[in-house]
Nanobody, 122 residues
Framework: VQLQASGGGLVQAGGSLRLSCAASGFTFDDYAIAWFRQAPGKEREKISCFSSSYGSTWYADSVKGRFTISSDNAKSTVYLQMNSLKVEDTAVYYC????????????????WGQGTQVTVSS
């Protein structure tokens, strides 16, 4: 199982970025993919999850209304569209996977890829 996160970069506050998490090595339809982020000196935060098995999505309050998670099953890729970015969104973003349903914590996701840095400037 492999996950490849990409799409991070430097953007001004109010701007947008789209992160991608490309999955391989497992049946995409049987998995849930979550996005976490961690900023320096801060707790790791789960911000969104998509369950391909159930077609469900979840968002943390901190990103609700600004971020949208979606998937392209044909490409085995989950996207995180991030709009109206704020300086406090600056962090390393990680995608992780687990079976079927979204879990609540980092440790419940046994598969992960490297992070992608998102930096939002004021």
């Amino acid at each position: 199982v492999q996950l490849q996160a990409s799409g991070g970069g430097l953007v001004q506050a109010g701007g947008s970025l789209r992160l991608s998490c490309a999955a391989s090595g497992f049946t995409f339809d049987d998995y849930a993919i979550a996005w976490f982020r961690q900023a320096p000196g801060k707790e790791r935060e789960k911000i969104s999850c998509f369950s391909s098995s159930y077609g469900s999505t979840w968002y943390a309050d901190s990103v609700k209304g600004r971020f949208t998670i979606s998937s392209d099953n044909a490409k085995s890729t989950v996207y995180l569209q991030m709009n109206s970015l704020k300086v406090e969104d600056t962090a390393v973003y990680y995608c992780r996977a687990r079976w079927f349903v979204c879990g609540s914590s980092w440790s419940e996701y046994p598969y992960w890829g490297q992070g992608t840095q998102v930096t939002v400037s004021s």
